[in-house]
């Protein structure tokens, strides 16, 4: 899924651990990701996140597609911080999944939550 994934190579998404139903990812933040105040534009996390839960979500076999995605932020992040979030399932049915993802700077400090349920489809991958 990664490698027909252009948004999350533009972003330059680094991808750090895989397994079935987990993902974790991280991005180094730079200028183009800054807003005006020289602080990371809150679709950076957010964009990051949902890409994590979409890998996870979808290694476990079948597409799986967003109904519903937040996010609550905590700290700023700021140019030259690197990024990391990490997925957590929650629960598993038929066809909905529901996943959280914690993003961290490189202090180890949680700047962010997101929370995602997804449309599980019949399709297999």
Do not use: P
């Not at 993902?23 to 180094?28: F, G």
């Not at 140019?79 to 490189?106: C, M, P, R």
Request: glycine residues 4%.
């Amino acid at each position: 899924m990664y490698d027909q994934d252009a948004f999350s190579k533009w972003l330059k998404i680094d991808r750090i651990d895989e397994k079935k139903g987990y993902c974790k990812l991280s991005l180094l933040v730079t200028q183009q990701m800054c807003n005006g105040f020289g602080v990371a534009h809150g679709a950076i996390a957010f964009a990051l996140a949902d890409s994590a839960v979409a890998f996870a979500a979808n290694s476990i076999g079948k597409m799986a597609l967003s109904t519903e995605n937040s996010i609550d932020y905590f700290l700023k992040i700021e140019l030259g911080d690197v990024i990391t979030v990490e997925t957590e399932l929650l629960e598993k049915s038929t066809k909905l999944i529901k996943y959280i993802a914690y993003v961290y700077n490189q202090k180890k400090e949680k700047v962010a939550f997101f929370k995602s349920t997804l449309y599980q489809s019949s399709k297999e991958w």
